[in-house]
């Protein structure tokens, strides 16, 4: 018998819970360490529409990207709608796990999925990672690369929305400047990394997200910034982390939720 303590094991081994930012609460949530993992669903967020289709699927184990209790409860009740939800999934028997940046500082993680959904030509074929761990060689947030033929900022756009499937990404610039080297930051840009994307003479930042005032700033540094939408750039990670997961347990029913169709 698989338990939900068996694959809580394998995901850490894939993406160390040390490895989390001190904010954060990666792990279980809700449910059992040692129940009997039957059927498994894999998704971005935690959300009442989630917890449906999970019990409608007769699902017993969700393993999400983002934490679904960030803050300590008081009480738990069907007061709200986040209260209802919690209390459906234990209703259900459902239990919740999360890997959050644990997973994004992991080789095989969300910037690592965003790579492979992107499929670009570049350079030795070979990615760096953006903002390295200093006490973990090999671990760390984004990844950086060449293209092997330097493209037209304006194109390359349109080359990127077709390959994640979207209708276009926010660009905050019309220039239409040559680019070659290129970042992927999946998820929330961070400030932090600005300098560094100054050092790489980076041409262009693909992200999931980022505050306006730091597009700017980038912008006025010659790096373009595209960003594609925080759940285009990370759900790929939840595809990647599924299949290491059937690797691992190939008699389990182990799926990903859709997600948004923005087309």
Not at 98 to 123: C, Y
């Amino acid at each position: 018998m698989t338990r939900n303590l068996d694959i809580f094991k394998a995901i850490e081994e894939y993406a160390p819970l040390d490895l989390a930012e001190e904010w954060d609460h990666p792990g279980l949530a809700f449910g059992s360490y040692h129940a009997e993992a039957r059927r498994i669903l894999l998704a971005l967020d935690l959300v009442p529409g989630l917890v449906s289709e999970a019990a409608a699927k007769n699902i017993n184990l969700l393993i999400v990207h983002h934490p679904p209790l960030f803050n300590a409860i008081n009480s738990l009740t069907d007061a709200t709608i986040e209260g209802e939800m919690q209390l459906n999934l234990i209703k259900n028997g459902i239990s919740c796990y999360s890997a959050h940046t644990n997973l994004d500082r992991s080789p095989g993680g969300t910037a690592a999925a965003f790579a492979h959904k992107l499929q670009l030509d570049i350079e030795e074929e070979i990615y760096q990672i953006l903002m390295p761990l200093e006490d973990r060689p090999g671990f760390g947030y984004g990844l950086y690369a060449t293209l092997a033929n330097e493209q037209p900022f304006l194109e390359f756009s349109r080359l990127i929305a077709r390959r994640l499937e979207i209708p276009a990404c926010q660009r905050f610039s019309s220039e239409n400047n040559q680019v070659k080297r290129f970042a992927l930051f999946p998820g929330s840009f961070d400030e932090s990394c600005l300098a560094r994307l100054e050092e790489l003479a980076a041409d262009v930042l693909i992200c999931g997200e980022i505050k306006h005032h730091i597009a700017l700033m980038l912008e006025a540094r010659d790096i373009h910034v595209l960003a594609v939408g925080h759940d285009v750039s990370e759900r790929d990670g939840m595809h990647l982390l599924a299949a290491y997961l059937r690797s691992k347990f190939p008699n389990l029913m182990i799926e990903v939720n859709k997600g948004i169709d923005y087309n």
